[in-house]
């Protein structure tokens, strides 16, 4: 009986533009609130250090499945796809950091 194909997964690509897309969104809702840093430091984590922990898991996985499984098919477009969500995460991360710096910069005046 021949084994079946396994491919790699498309979980980590999901997670990280369901994180991009949160952070995104909660810039938009943010807009109009004044004190939204722990918001903006939720987004801001979430970002560039969920994306780039989701293309480590991808690069892992890929790598133990082909170690692993002679028959495993790895996908190099996955791999391609978060790297460029990567650098798109921290042009998203961007705004939440410029927010983040103003309450700092808010706080830090009025003292």
Sequence with gaps: MAKKTSKASFLPLLVAAIAILISVAIFFLTRSM???FLWHLIAYVLTPLVVALCLGWDSIAQRV???NDPW????ASYSLILRILTGASFIAAFPHIVSMATDIAEILASK
Aim: aromatic residues 10%.
């Design 65 to 67: 499945g082909k170690g």
């Design 72 to 75: 495993f098919s790895a996908n």
């Design 34 to 36: 004044a004190d939204a």
